[in-house]
């Protein structure tokens, strides 16, 4: 029984060895390629002017209105 599996494993390495893992080069033409690059992934562009000040703002405002809403909820007058 251990030599089959043995045999099975040695097998299945050669397999994977001898397989040509093969690619085509990214055709430009294609409606599917988009440009490759650093910042080209990304929804925003982190060149602009103020972006750090925006960026800030942004993150300020996600992380900050949960506590901001917790808050005033906790502290409306009850009626």
Known sequence: MLSRTVLRASTTTNLVARRGFQSTRAQLGSP?????????NIPFNPLTRFFALR???????????????AYWQLHKNQV
């Open 55 to 69: 960026y800030w703002g942004f993150m300020a405002t996600g992380f900050g209105a949960p506590f901001a809403i």
């Open 32 to 40: 599917y390629h988009y440009p490759e690059g650093p910042r080209s």
